[in-house]
Protein backbone atom coordinates (compact mmCIF):
# COMPACT_ATOMS: atom_id res chain seq x y z
CA UNK A 1 0.00 0.00 0.00
CA UNK A 2 3.34 2.13 1.04
CA UNK A 3 4.82 1.82 -2.48
CA UNK A 4 0.78 2.57 -4.10
CA UNK A 5 1.04 5.86 -2.37
CA UNK A 6 4.64 6.76 -3.57
CA UNK A 7 3.53 5.99 -7.19
CA UNK A 8 0.76 8.02 -7.32
CA UNK A 9 2.87 11.06 -5.67
CA UNK A 10 5.50 10.41 -8.34
CA UNK A 11 3.00 10.63 -11.15
CA UNK A 12 1.37 13.24 -10.13
CA UNK A 13 4.69 14.87 -9.12
CA UNK A 14 6.26 14.30 -12.54
CA UNK A 15 2.67 15.41 -14.17
CA UNK A 16 2.95 18.87 -12.43
CA UNK A 17 6.71 19.32 -14.02
CA UNK A 18 5.16 18.56 -16.88
CA UNK A 19 2.86 21.18 -16.72
CA UNK A 20 5.20 24.17 -15.97
CA UNK A 21 7.38 23.07 -18.80
CA UNK A 22 7.58 26.26 -21.36
CA UNK A 23 8.24 26.31 -24.85
CA UNK A 24 11.77 27.29 -26.08
CA UNK A 25 12.30 31.14 -27.19
CA UNK A 26 12.74 31.50 -30.54
CA UNK A 27 15.28 33.55 -31.93
CA UNK A 28 14.63 37.08 -33.98
CA UNK A 29 14.58 34.90 -37.22
CA UNK A 30 12.70 32.51 -36.43
CA UNK A 31 9.62 34.95 -34.93
CA UNK A 32 10.15 36.63 -38.25
CA UNK A 33 9.95 33.83 -40.45
CA UNK A 34 6.25 32.88 -38.51
CA UNK A 35 5.34 36.46 -37.82
CA UNK A 36 3.60 36.40 -42.01
CA UNK A 37 2.63 34.32 -44.84
CA UNK A 38 5.22 34.33 -47.52
CA UNK A 39 4.16 35.02 -50.94
CA UNK A 40 6.21 33.68 -53.98
CA UNK A 41 7.68 36.29 -55.77
CA UNK A 42 10.48 34.82 -58.26
CA UNK A 43 12.22 31.56 -58.88
CA UNK A 44 15.89 32.00 -60.09
CA UNK A 45 17.64 29.28 -61.38
CA UNK A 46 21.14 28.30 -63.50
CA UNK A 47 18.78 28.96 -66.64
CA UNK A 48 16.04 31.46 -66.27
CA UNK A 49 14.59 34.10 -63.51
CA UNK A 50 10.85 33.84 -63.29
CA UNK A 51 9.24 36.76 -61.79
CA UNK A 52 5.41 36.10 -60.54
CA UNK A 53 2.34 38.30 -61.01
CA UNK A 54 1.25 39.44 -57.75
CA UNK A 55 -2.22 36.92 -58.31
CA UNK A 56 0.07 34.17 -59.09
CA UNK A 57 2.13 34.78 -56.28
CA UNK A 58 -1.20 35.06 -54.39
CA UNK A 59 -1.94 31.00 -55.01
CA UNK A 60 1.69 29.94 -53.92
CA UNK A 61 2.95 30.76 -50.32
CA UNK A 62 4.04 29.60 -47.53
CA UNK A 63 3.67 29.45 -43.61
CA UNK A 64 5.86 28.79 -41.11
CA UNK A 65 4.38 27.51 -37.62
CA UNK A 66 5.74 28.25 -34.06
CA UNK A 67 5.17 24.30 -33.84
CA UNK A 68 7.73 23.27 -36.31
CA UNK A 69 5.07 22.24 -39.19
CA UNK A 70 4.76 24.48 -42.26
CA UNK A 71 1.16 24.80 -44.59
CA UNK A 72 1.57 25.66 -48.25
CA UNK A 73 -0.59 26.97 -50.69
CA UNK A 74 0.42 25.09 -53.74
CA UNK A 75 -1.61 26.82 -56.41
CA UNK A 76 -4.87 24.50 -56.80
CA UNK A 77 -2.95 22.60 -54.00
CA UNK A 78 -2.41 22.26 -50.48
CA UNK A 79 0.65 20.87 -48.94
CA UNK A 80 2.12 20.91 -45.16
CA UNK A 81 6.03 20.04 -44.14
CA UNK A 82 8.16 20.48 -40.35
CA UNK A 83 10.99 22.89 -40.61
CA UNK A 84 13.90 23.80 -38.23
CA UNK A 85 15.67 26.67 -38.46
CA UNK A 86 19.27 27.27 -37.14
CA UNK A 87 20.34 31.20 -37.28
CA UNK A 88 23.70 32.63 -37.69
CA UNK A 89 22.45 35.98 -36.79
CA UNK A 90 21.91 39.22 -39.35
CA UNK A 91 18.62 37.73 -40.75
CA UNK A 92 20.56 34.87 -42.37
CA UNK A 93 20.98 30.67 -41.15
CA UNK A 94 20.47 27.13 -42.47
CA UNK A 95 17.05 25.87 -42.81
CA UNK A 96 15.62 22.60 -43.55
CA UNK A 97 12.31 21.58 -45.09
CA UNK A 98 11.15 18.06 -44.97
CA UNK A 99 9.25 16.31 -47.70
CA UNK A 100 6.21 17.82 -48.65
CA UNK A 101 3.28 16.09 -48.28
CA UNK A 102 0.26 17.90 -50.76
CA UNK A 103 -2.84 17.00 -52.55
CA UNK A 104 -1.93 16.29 -56.15
CA UNK A 105 -4.68 18.19 -58.73
CA UNK A 106 -3.60 19.16 -62.19
CA UNK A 107 -3.47 22.88 -61.79
CA UNK A 108 -4.03 25.73 -64.89
CA UNK A 109 -0.53 26.22 -66.36
CA UNK A 110 1.59 28.28 -65.49
CA UNK A 111 1.75 26.94 -61.94
CA UNK A 112 4.73 26.50 -59.70
CA UNK A 113 3.36 24.09 -56.99
CA UNK A 114 4.86 21.09 -58.17
CA UNK A 115 7.90 22.85 -58.19
CA UNK A 116 8.03 24.14 -55.17
CA UNK A 117 6.61 20.86 -53.23
CA UNK A 118 9.59 19.07 -54.98
CA UNK A 119 12.45 21.97 -54.01
CA UNK A 120 11.83 22.48 -50.89
CA UNK A 121 13.27 20.16 -48.92
CA UNK A 122 16.63 20.99 -51.05
CA UNK A 123 16.44 24.78 -49.27
CA UNK A 124 19.02 24.51 -46.88
CA UNK A 125 19.47 28.51 -46.37
CA UNK A 126 17.01 31.19 -45.81
CA UNK A 127 17.88 35.16 -45.98
CA UNK A 128 15.57 37.49 -44.52
CA UNK A 129 14.98 40.98 -46.06
CA UNK A 130 15.15 44.81 -44.52
CA UNK A 131 12.42 45.12 -42.04
CA UNK A 132 11.80 41.03 -42.17
CA UNK A 133 9.32 42.37 -45.87
CA UNK A 134 10.90 39.66 -48.28
CA UNK A 135 12.66 36.05 -47.67
CA UNK A 136 15.03 34.13 -49.80
CA UNK A 137 15.17 30.37 -49.43
CA UNK A 138 18.47 29.03 -51.60
CA UNK A 139 19.45 25.48 -52.23
CA UNK A 140 22.24 24.54 -54.60
CA UNK A 141 20.22 25.20 -57.79
CA UNK A 142 17.87 27.36 -57.09
CA UNK A 143 16.50 30.54 -55.26
CA UNK A 144 13.12 30.89 -54.42
CA UNK A 145 12.21 34.72 -53.21
CA UNK A 146 9.11 35.35 -51.10
CA UNK A 147 7.47 38.75 -49.69
CA UNK A 148 5.24 39.20 -46.69
CA UNK A 149 1.67 40.21 -47.40
Avoid at 82 to 108: E, F, H, K, N, Y
Avoid at 125 to 131: C, D, K
Wanted: charge should be negative; glycine fraction near 8%.
Amino acid sequence: MHSLKIAAVATAGSMLLAGCATTPELSPDERALIANTWYLESIIDRQEEIRLRPQLGDRHNITFLRDGSISLQLDCNRGNSSWDADPRGGGTGDLSIDRVASTRALCQSPSYGERLAAELPQVDSYELGVEGRSLMLRSDDTIFGFVAR
